[in-house]
């Protein structure tokens, strides 16, 4: 079935680079997300990629996808401590009518 | 603001209560989705409309659990003699239709429902 997993947590400093992975299963997904959610808050589209390309760069923000190996990630490029949050890969179910999420990863900004 | 949002955000609730929330998506998205996130997981999916039609609902959806999109505008999620099982963020989502666009589902606050 549909499964999407992260790692739960990464720590990093203010101004340093992170990246956040995820693998995922389903190879039919078209579109493969990632979400921000912060505290007591509902989850922010940040970007997304197509399945056909290999990456996607969106200011501080650039996407990569392995699709052999189902594995995407985001790379936040200086990072600053608004970017403390959870963040969540997502790929659409086989359907096509609803996002199947990991369970997110937490990043901690320390300055 | 043209945003997704969702009433109330919080609700508190005795066991074996109904409760219902309700959820006004993007004017012009004709698509709707509930979801449902316990804490330390990801949302995991209970339900979609396409307009006023409920087109799929998750296994999660247990026969306590009621969704409905009259004229295809608000949704309203109705839970039936709650448990402390349910307690959740319920978050609602909306998007525009399919075809050639891409699949962006934008999510209301949600609504944090506690049952004691």
């Known amino acids: 079935g549909e499964d999407v997993e992260q790692s739960l947590f990464l720590s990093v400093r203010e101004g340093d680079s992170s990246v956040i992975n995820c693998t995922y299963t389903d190879s039919s997904s078209t579109y493969l997300y990632w979400y921000k959610q912060e505290p007591g808050a509902g989850l922010q589209l940040l970007t997304y990629?197509?399945?056909?390309?290999d990456m996607k760069q969106d200011q501080r923000l650039t996407v990569l996808l392995n699709k052999k190996d189902k594995h995407l990630s985001l790379r936040i490029a200086d990072t600053q401590t608004g970017d403390s949050a959870i963040y969540f890969c997502a790929e659409s179910n086989q359907a096509g009518t609803a996002l199947i999420f990991g369970k997110g990863t937490t990043l901690s900004v320390s300055s | 603001d043209t945003g997704v949002s969702q009433d109330p955000r919080h609700k508190i609730t005795k066991r074996g209560q109904n409760v219902t929330f309700r959820c006004d998506p993007i004017?012009?998205?004709?698509?709707l989705y509930w979801y449902r996130q316990t804490l330390g997981q990801g949302p995991e999916f209970l339900t979609y409309f396409q307009n006023e039609a409920q087109l799929e609902k998750s296994r999660l959806l247990s026969d306590r659990f009621s969704a409905e999109r009259p004229k295809g505008s608000f949704s309203t999620l109705e839970i039936q003699r709650t448990e402390q099982g349910d307690s959740a963020m319920y978050l609602c989502?909306?998007?525009?239709?399919?075809?050639?666009?891409?699949?962006?589902?934008?999510f209301g606050p949600g609504t944090r429902l506690t049952v004691t």
């Open positions: 990629i197509f399945s056909n390309m």
């Open positions: 004017s012009e998205h004709n698509r």
């Open positions: 989502a909306s998007s525009l239709g399919g075809g050639a666009d891409p699949y962006e589902q934008y």
